[in-house]
Structures are given as structure tokens and as C-alpha cells.
């Protein structure tokens, strides 16, 4: 735990520990909002405190979301915590289709949460209380009277959306539904692969004025969808850094946010880690592919030893402690612009310049001992040099040169991603100095040759040759004399070569970097 005053900061393997520590200092009441709560040291701070007279209320989900072989334990934890005196409230609702995928069944629920306050601490946290050792982070805010009552109002806020009162459905949700879309019964449409016992806790989307998209970043605890939506948050907070980003996270399965990655990486000139998992039960081929095209464009992502379970955004201006992943869900999306489609997700950004700090060197250090996602990706190609040299040519390849193979097979795939970048970059420089914006295929053309020219110098006749294998009709003279005219190329005797100054002049207001 690090930090000054009464914020702390830690991203650790240790989260869950130092949160006990703070559970343990209560005197009158805690509230927790969390996922899953298995861990059994959770269980027993818990009861010594309800002998000790503190008031406990908990937000988690139903007995089924628990993994069956520990189930009957947890259960038994949870109902002895309720004869003591704790109020446990289960949260049932569903959000969408769980069809989607495998993995996504309907009992994992829409309530992704993790946050905590007490009347002496106020905690958001991306662990949730499992058995399980994995990076996570938190910020912890002590004897804070504003933070307290700010956390209070989210959790009360939970209760009322999904909870109470009780009754044939909970909460207020589906009235406040219901009131936005008069009385639009296709919202709490039940999928047809789920049990009807979910009936009444299903929805299937949110009217797109539930779930607002904020224009202006507060230093608060957010609910979402409900007080901004997710993906809109992170990527403002991203958008308005100008040094660096550093994000981790437990899974990254969204090719838009992908996306959104590599355009800032391509028109900001920061620095941008990433620490992230690299296998999905569901979208391995997608995660593959995704990996390659945001380390092509710079992006420096590693991988853990440790499980990463981390849910963090480092700016120099801002640190986001979330319980939203990278997926779909997690972020939320719409399939049209009248609904709104997420897990219900805490989020919580300040702008403290100590924790900015603590944040910083505790991302780098953790960042510092993870391996290169490069080591990893060409480990999973070795069977490539297996099918290659061995089935295809009979050859014996020892592991050495399997691993070297799939090295080079990667650092190929790689280069390649770069190319659609780099054209679109020396396309983007071309037609802004003729201050337009349509694109026509002479530009396309031009950039190639720009593109080629950046490679090594070529002759009239080497350039025609090449760029004729993609347009027969080209008039590589009208081409090479537009650039010429624009300074961006010079001719040597029969060779034409790159003016690397100039095109570095005007890349440095669009982007184009060699």
C-alpha cells in the first residue's frame, strides 16, 4: 500500500489482505457491493464483527453464480453471516443475451461491481474476495466524511435499483423502464435458452436515457451504466491524456476498443502499456489477431506470471480504478441508438496528484517484471514450424529452431499489420496538403509509391513494374511529377528517392512518423 495522507493506492497481489486490515478496523456499520465473496478470511472478519455489534449489509449475487464444487461452503458462510445478523441482499437481474458466447451463461447475472465503505474507509477495488492470488488494485480512502457519504449514496442507490422493494419483481428498475418506454414489454423479453426462473429479473436492454454519456470527467465514484456509460468514460479519460496511458486488464476481447487504442497510438505521440491477459476461452483467434495489430502501431503490451485480474487506468492526469474488462459487456454497447446494452459496473476516478504518483511508479514496477506479449504469441506458432518443416518438407526442427521459426513468422505478421497504418498515414499527409479530404486512387497510389520509396531508392522502371501489379493503367509519370511538385520526392540521376525532411515536416501535423 503506498500513498500520502489518508488516499492510498495499491496494485499488488495483496489487495485482498490490505482490504481485511480495513474491514477490520470498522466499529459501526459496513457495506459491501462485490461480485463474488468466497474467501473464507472475508467470512470470518465479517462474523467477528457482527458479534463486536457492527451493522453489515452486502450486494452480491445469487447462490448459483458460485462455482459448484465450493458452493455449498460459501453458502453456508453467507447463511451463517445472516444468522448473526448481516443483511445479504442478492441481486438477480440479468442484462442481454448470455447466448453470445460459452462461457457467458445466464447465472454469472449483471452485476459486476466491487466497492466498500464503512464508517471508517471508503473502498473501490477491482478484486473480488475469491481464493485466488491475482494482481489487483484499489484506492482506499480513510476518515473521509465527503468519500463516505458519496459511497453511501452508490450503495443505497443499488438497493433501490435491483433490490427493494421486495416483491413479485425487485427494485425499481423495471418501472423506471417501463416509464421511459411506455410500458415497452420487449425490454423484459427472457431468451429462449434461459430457465424461466429468470423471468421476472430479465432485461434484455436499457432505453439509451437511463444511461447517459458524460461530457465532463468528475473525480467520483461512478454506477454504471446509470451515471455514465462505461466504454464512453475510459475513453475520455484516455482521450484527454497527452504523456502516457497505462492500463491493465483481466480480459481484452473488444476489437472497438482495440481500435480506439491504436488511433491514439497512431495520432498521439505518448506512451501507451498496456498489461493484460492473453487467452480467451471464447475469442483466442480475435485476441491473436488484436494483439498483433495494437503492437504493430507501437503499443507496448506485456503479460503477467501472476493471473492479472486489475481493472486500471494511469494518465498523468487522472487514475481510474474500475471493475470493467475490456469486453463487450463489461464496457457496454448499443445495437441502436434508442437502447444502451452493459453489466452494471463500478468506476471510480480522481485526479489526486499524489495517488497519479503512487499509481505511476506502482504500474511501472509491476509493468517492469512482466514478460513481452511477443514471447508469449510466437510460443503459441512453434506447432506452424512443426507443420511447415515437418509434414510439409519431412524435416526434424529441434526446439531451438521451432522457437526461432515462429519468432520470425511472427515479427512477419507483425510488419504486416503495420503496412495499412503507414499507407493510410502517408494518404492522410497527401491530400491534406491539397486541404481536402476526399481520397481518390491516384492519392492511394501516390502514397504506395511514397511508401516504396521509403523501403530504398527506386528507378522509374523498378517503381512502374511494381505498382502495375496493382493498376494497369496507372500513369506512373503524372504521379511521380505530383510528388516531385510537392517537394516530397527527388530525382537522382535515374533514381527517385524520399525527401525525408519534408515528409517528416508535414508528418509532424499528421501523424507520419518512419
Known amino acids: 500500500m503506498i500513498g500520502l495522507g489518508n488516499a492510498k493506492f495499491e496494485f499488488s497481489l495483496k489487495v485482498t489482505e490490505t482490504v481485511l486490515e480495513e474491514l477490520d478496523r470498522a466499529e459501526a456499520f459496513i457495506k459491501i457491493a462485490m461480485f463474488q465473496i468466497h474467501r473464507s478470511e472475508i467470512f470470518e472478519v465479517l462474523k467477528r464483527k457482527l458479534i463486536q455489534g457492527v451493522k453489515i449489509e452486502i450486494i452480491t449475487l445469487p447462490y448459483d453464480s458460485i462455482k459448484e464444487k465450493i458452493r455449498k461452503d460459501v453458502q453456508e458462510r453467507f447463511e451463517d453471516l445472516r444468522r448473526h445478523g448481516a443483511t445479504i441482499y442478492f441481486c438477480r437481474w440479468n442484462i442481454g443475451d448470455p447466448s453470445r458466447t460459452t ?57 433501490d435499483l435491483f433490490i427493494i422493494p421486495e416483491g413479485e419483481t425487485l427494485g425499481t428498475i423495471k418501472d423506471k423502464i417501463r416509464k421511459i418506454t411506455g410500458n415497452d414489454e420487449r425490454f423484459f423479453e427472457l431468451p429462449a435458452e434461459i430457465p424461466d426462473l429468470h423471468r421476472n429479473f430479465w432485461i434484455t436492454d436499457y432505453p439509451s436515457e437511463m444511461c447517459p454519456i458524460t461530457n465532463n470527467i468528475e473525480e467520483k465514484l461512478y454506477i454504471a451504466p446509470f451515471d455514465c456509460r462505461g466504454r464512453n468514460m475510459l475513453e475520455k479519460v484516455i482521450e484527454e491524456a497527452n504523456e502516457f496511458v497505462y492500463l491493465s486488464t483481466e480480459t481484452f476481447t473488444d476489437p472497438d476498443f482495440s481500435v480506439f487504442l491504436i488511433k491514439t497510438a497512431v495520432n498521439k505521440k505518448l506512451e501507451l502499456k498496456v498489461i493484460c491477459g492473453i487467452f480467451s476461452m471464447d475469442f483466442n483467434d480475435r485476441v491473436n489477431e488484436m494483439l498483433r495489430e495494437m503492437i504493430a502501431q507501437g503499443i507496448d503490451i506485456r503479460s503477467p506470471n501472476d493471473k492479472i485480474h486489475g481493472k486500471l487506468i494511469v494518465t498523468e492526469k487522472a487514475v481510474v480504478v474500475s471493475s470493467i474488462n475490456l469486453n463487450k459487456m463489461n464496457l457496454g454497447f448499443s445495437k441502436s441508438k434508442h437502447v444502451w446494452r452493459g453489466n452494471t459496473e463500478t468506476i471510480l476516478v480522481t485526479r489526486d496528484q499524489n495517488l497519479i504518483r503512487d499509481a505511476k511508479k506502482n504500474f511501472l514496477e509491476i509493468f517492469n517484471l512482466c514478460n513481452d506479449v511477443e514471447e508469449k504469441l510466437s510460443q503459441k506458432l512453434e506447432d506452424i514450424a512443426k507443420e511447415i518443416l515437418g509434414e510439409i518438407y519431412q524435416l526434424k526442427p529441434n526446439p531451438e529452431a521451432r522457437s526461432l521459426f515462429a519468432k520470425l513468422v511472427l515479427k512477419h505478421q507483425i510488419n504486416a499489420k503495420k503496412f495499412p497504418i503507414q499507407l493510410g498515414n502517408l494518404t492522410n499527409l497527401l491530400v491534406r496538403k491539397c486541404n481536402r479530404i476526399s481520397v481518390t486512387k491516384n492519392d492511394i497510389i501516390s502514397a504506395l509509391t511514397l511508401y516504396m520509396l521509403s523501403e530504398s531508392k527506386q528507378s522509374f522502371n523498378q517503381l512502374q513494374e511494381r505498382i502495375k501489379d496493382f493498376d494497369e493503367d496507372v500513369n506512373i509519370s503524372a504521379i511521380l511529377l505530383g510528388l516531385e511538385s510537392y517537394n516530397l520526392i527527388t530525382q537522382e540521376n535515374e533514381f527517385y528517392k524520399l525527401n525525408l525532411q519534408e515528409l517528416l515536416r508535414g508528418g509532424s501535423n499528421h501523424g507520419y512518423s518512419l
Not at 111 to 135: P, Q, R, Y
Open 103 to 159: 462461457t457467458a451463461v445466464g447465472r454469472w447475472y449483471s452485476f459486476h461491481g466491487k466497492m466498500i465503505v464503512t464508517d471508517k474507509c471508503s473502498i473501490v477495488l477491482t478484486a473480488n474476495f475469491t481464493e485466488e492470488k491475482e494482481l489487483d488494485a484499489a484506492i482506499i480512502f480513510r476518515d473521509n466524511k465527503n468519500k463516505k457519504e458519496e459511497f453511501i449514496k452508490a450503495f443505497n442507490f443499488l438497493i
